[in-house]
């Protein structure tokens, strides 16, 4: 039975009718038709769906989106400030060309940034941990590593 | 055939590869050429076409892969043109408006098209310059080009190029000689000029087939059978049918659609465990070895006999294995599909728009010239795998279910257990040293199944055909040619005997990024490692010895001189290798540090050198073998495919895990630029020389040769 759900997704209150066992990544995609989070797996096993939960980077494609009304989510679009301006990590990734087929880059990104707002000075360990659960096929890894390592030297941060 | 009608300038805008919300259902065959390939006589303007808001569009029909074409191409046609590159629009491949490239593979993206984009942009160039002055009586060599106008050097005169043309797109056909830019004038190409499709990824802009949107678009699954050769006996649709979703079942072959993502696959879930399976062949779990495939080949084909191979009780011999490896994209396989008015339009991430279509046609017994498909980005593929698939599934879904947009996405299982796999391999090594401490004797045999089975046109090599068409599983027989790619050595010997063996194994193949170059690269890189030890030389300069390519030498000194100052603890080891991929296409030579704890290698750092001749892009050649050498190192170390006796059984991350940030290699990558050479396909280059490097870094390193794969599962100390 489909239930009226509001969730708070980019600062902004939005009211869906949806199955409430219906994982959190579908709504984002379908719904709300956002295109940052991925779907990779479905099984919370390669990060392609991350979104930032109260802060916190974790995977939105088996979490019942009844389970999450009352969290702040943060999609890959909400890194952008209001006035357009880029996330500096975002702007990191450009600056670096971290990307091939750039399928990844949302998981990246979203991690990258929760790795960003909890270290402001990541060495490789701190980004092994925070990025583990993100895979990347293309092996765009290396590059990653120096945009995250360039976005914690910018001063924005 | 061609028609005549003149081709009038009308774009204004750019219209991204079917993003509007509402797209264009217009059908655009009127003019199609079909299938017939880019012959000597194709036109300007089926290439590239001036905008009358100044700039221009070139046509590819290649597709964006991830290896950063859209921009050589566009810096090649804003070189030709003398534009800024950001005026160049690069449309990729769609089966109405570019040309028929084939296949996007085997690296030749980056060294045909583009190539052929130069002419056809040198060529509009020349034609420009040459209207304007007969126009307006101006000596041609008093003009020049910039940024979409045509001016005089006095500064007297300056006209757009749609002025210049009337509006009319350049007609006349690509002559085959061609006056192209001379190299010292560059200013665009060789620069590491920026893909601005990273600046749209980072913000979440749509640019997938994955992310694609139409109005009233349904969403569908399809159940997967038990097994490859299965045959449907029970269909219990009791539980699915319960759900918001029709099921769309033609003899063994089973989608479900629904408005609601989620239900589609609950659907998906409930058939695939309630549906009954008979399967016929039982897959070979305990025989499977390297002798067992060794025993299913049945046809031999020599690749090089020279000299007269003779082995004198002074040999030596190493025996590998490799076993099956997937594609493994990030993204499992989409399409979307709809059928109306008796047309199918697809929207697909396949290699080749072209040969998709004949083969659909195949399948669903239409015309060609009724099927329309665009090639819309997707993740990763490095090879063929099942983007075709899912386009022809998407395809059947629709002719059953016409009128309605259907998306389909393969799930995570769908596309471990189903695509179709990089052959296992197994090769067999013997050599022997002269008395001048050089090779004299070399003798290899390699055992391999197919390495493609591309849709060219037979819809026996599109998963669903069987079930859909309620046949058995015929599994095709494919190009065999890939089997033996790179099995003869780059290096002076003067006796050598190369057999390939071919077999048809157990799980479905086809083309996996370097095809079995990676295999022979490493069986052969490893063991010039073991010669030269036989010789007691240091392992780099034995190889120099036998090079005669200066360029090869360069690329192997280039990378000594990287890994120069390398610091080794004790359970570290330092492993080189080369190679020409395909013997004539980019020279690489690589360099990898291992280090052995506990029964297992891990890969630290790796430094590699790349000679593609012209350069075109140095940031997007680079980032394309950084890749490749992870990519590589993650296949060496531990991938393979595991099945039990019904059918695959690596359907996820888990059952088959890939590296992950704590495994990865630092990689360093140095280019060679030869803006003299021709440009030469580098995607495929650093699979099989990076392999060889890890193995011998690991001998190295622990004293002992690993030449099964997955290393790390063979490993021992
Ligand atoms: S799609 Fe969520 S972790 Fe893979
Ligand atoms: S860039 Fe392709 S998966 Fe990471």
Redesign the interface.
Known sequence: MKEDISLKVNGKEYHVQ??P???LL?VLR?QL????P??????E??G?CMVLMDGKADPSCKIPVSEVVNKEIT???GL?SENGE?HPL?EA??EE??????????GM?ISGAWLLQENSNPNREA??EK??R??????????I?KAIKTAAKSKQL | MKTTRRNFIKNTSYVAIGFSLVPNLAWISVNEQSSQGVTQQSRITDWLQILDDGRVRVFSGKMELGQGIRIAIAQVAAEELNMNVDFIEVKLAETSTTPNEGYTAGSQSVARSAMSVRKAAAAAAAILIARTAEKYEIKAENLYLKDGMVLSKDGDFRASFFNILDGVQIEEVVPENIQTKSKEDYEVVGTPVARKDIGEMVRGLPMYVQDLRFPGMLYARVVRAAAYDAKLTEFNKENAEKLDVKIIKVKDFIGVISEDEYQAEKAKIFLERDCKWDTETELPVEEFSAEYLKNLSKETENVVNKGNVAFKNNSISAKYFKPYVMHAAVGPSCAIAIFKEEKLEIWSHTQGVYPLRKTLADLLNLNEENIKITGVPGSGCYGHNAADDVAAEAAILAVENPEKYIKLQWTRADEHAWEPYGSAMVMEMEGSLGTNGKIENWKYNVWSDTHSTRPGGDKQNLLPSSFYNGTTAKRPKGYFGGAYRNSEPYYKIPNQKIDAHYFKGPLRVSALRSLGAYSNILAIENFMDRLADKAGEDPVAFRLKHLEDQRAKDVLKKVKEMTLGVELLESEGLGFAFSRYKNSASYFAVAAKVSVENAKVSVKEMWGAIDSGEIINPDGLKNQTEGGMIQSASWTLQEAVKFDQTHVSSTNWESYPIFRFADIPFVHVEVIDRPDEDALGAGEAAQGPSAAAILNAVYRATGKQVAFLPVNKNVSV
Do not use: M, S, W
Not at chain 1, 97 to 106: H, I, K, S, T, V
């Open positions: 949806v199955e066992d219906t994982p579908y379908n038709e956002l295109n940052g991925k779907y990779g797996c479905g099984l096993q390669c392609a999609t890959l679009e952008i880029l975002q990734f450009v060309q971290a990307a091939q087929c750039g399928f990844c880059l949302n990104l980004i092994n990025l583990k993100v895979l990347c096929r293309c092996g765009t890894h290396t590059r590593i």
